[in-house]
């Protein structure tokens, strides 16, 4: 925890709604993305390793997580309002090109916000959760349940209130065990009739990458906010796929690393690992380099140095343009 001592915080107006930022150093802007369910608290080991090394980081808690806003309506977690929130937080700074680093929906806004608006990104560097092209047939959600069934955690997300319901069987300390301390390679299925936070497991001993007291810090700000903002996202992916539409076809031309673990979620099983280090991948992301690490899904912490040495090492090279 010492390391976030000089860690300021504000809330910042954009795009109608209050957006808290953590924030440290001086010089080149990098913004950090984090994903479901998580806070700017994910980036921990990042934001001063970055502020050190002469970047001035800013960590928002994206709308519905923390202190920032949570808009009521799931039509108001959409792609497009994600990204506008993002061009303002870049507006208040004044900086016209940024570096952008995303995790998991951190990555999903990275990946839009370098489709909308290029001329606002000077390199991305996004973990976890590649880039897909929109289908032209059906949408995301769809998809998954045809593939995967209702067992399906995109699926059983949808419904306003039941993810919540089920998830209220737990405290909000088991609830952040059971998705961040997630081992689990194949894809998130629940068996027939079980919702998907009773199928995963709590584990009973702490990887040595997290303390119980961070843990806490997730959970009593979960507490507060409650989860129905970050399950929002899910219930605005069929909306994302109608409004996506103009952009079909269309390719992120950023300079691109992307990093993943080689243990993540359907890294194997459903063919992500053939996906990015194939051609389908590279067609629509051009400028783009692919790292593989040994890690799961919330590498940004576990796996703390070697994901702030990669993020590093790629951001220099646009430095001093």
């Not at 997580?65 to 977690?77: A, E, F, H, V």
């Not at 703390?304 to 790629?314: P, W």
Request: glycine share 8%; with cysteine.
């Amino acid at each position: 925890m010492s390391e976030l001592i000089n860690v300021n915080h504000q809330r910042i107006k954009t795009n109608g709604i209050w957006i808290h930022v953590a924030e440290q150093g001086t010089g080149p802007l990098v913004l950090l993305l984090h994903g479901f369910p998580e806070t700017w608290y994910s980036w921990r080991h990042q934001i001063s390793f970055l502020a050190n090394h002469g970047y001035h980081v800013v960590a928002p808690d994206l709308r519905g997580y923390g202190d920032s806003d949570s808009p009521l309506n799931p039509n108001s977690y959409s792609v497009i309002h994600l990204v506008g929130d993002l061009i303002g937080l870049l507006d208040h700074f004044g900086d016209q090109q940024v570096f952008v680093v995303g995790h998991d929906w951190g990555a999903i806004a990275g990946w839009h916000l370098s489709l909308f608006r290029p001329d606002r990104v000077k390199a991305l560097v996004n973990l976890s959760t590649p880039y897909f092209q929109r289908s032209q047939t059906s949408g995301f959600v769809d998809y998954f349940r045809e593939h995967f069934g209702d067992g399906c955690y995109l699926f059983q997300f949808q419904e306003p209130g039941r993810a919540e319901r089920a998830f209220a069987r737990y405290d909000y300390l088991t609830v952040m065990k059971k998705f961040l301390l997630l081992t689990k390679t194949d894809n998130l299925v629940a068996p027939p009739g079980m919702e998907i936070i009773d199928y995963l497991e709590t584990p009973s001993v702490l990887p040595k990458w997290i303390t119980e007291e961070e843990l806490q810090v997730y959970a009593e700000k979960f507490q507060e906010s409650g989860f129905t903002g970050p399950l929002n996202y899910y219930r605005a992916m069929n909306l994302n796929w109608e409004l996506l539409a103009p952009w079909q076809g269309s390719k992120i031309t950023v300079p691109t690393k992307f990093i993943i673990g080689d243990k993540a979620i359907g890294f194997e099983s459903i063919g992500t690992r053939e996906y990015v280090t194939g051609d389908v991948f590279k067609r629509f992301v051009p400028n783009l380099e692919v790292v593989i690490i040994d890690g799961h899904h919330f590498i940004q912490q576990e796996k703390a140095q070697e994901v702030s040495d990669e993020i590093l090492s790629f951001l220099r090279k646009f430095t001093m343009d």
